[in-house]
Nanobody, 126 residues
């Protein structure tokens, strides 16, 4: 059974850094398109960043320059390095994947992904 397991969330002060991880199990996740999304209560899930088979990346405007997505194929793990975090970055962060090699223009659509992790909470205090 395909599993994506996030870790690394927690509480951090504004301006600090945090690194999230997403490990794939029973599925070569880093071979395919992977992405990070986030969601706060009462709001739709929004895309943060994606990375494809060739390690090409895409970012939401709010993430550009502050967040960095990467992966380790040997570990079958994707990462999200969050820097200069802000209180508005507080959310549940989810990793997602789909059996396509390249993410394409639809990388930021929730509907484009078949597999999701359970999420890891990030809380940024001011």
């Amino acid at each position: 059974q395909v599993q994506l397991v996030e870790s690394g969330g927690g509480a951090v002060q504004a301006g600090g850094s945090l690194r999230l991880s997403c490990a794939g199990s029973e599925y070569p996740a880093t071979t395919y398109c992977m992405a990070w999304f986030r969601q706060t209560p009462g709001k739709d899930r929004e895309a943060v960043a994606s990375i494809d088979r060739d390690a090409r990346t895409s970012y939401a405007d709010f993430a550009q320059g502050r967040f960095a997505i990467s992966k380790d194929n040997a570990e079958n793990t994707m990462y999200l390095q969050m820097s200069s975090v802000k209180p508005e970055d507080t959310a549940m962060y989810y990793c997602a994947s789909d059996r396509r090699y390249w993410c394409g223009d639809g990388w930021n659509s929730v509907k484009a992904y078949d597999y999701w992790g359970q999420g890891t909470q990030v809380t940024v205090s001011s």
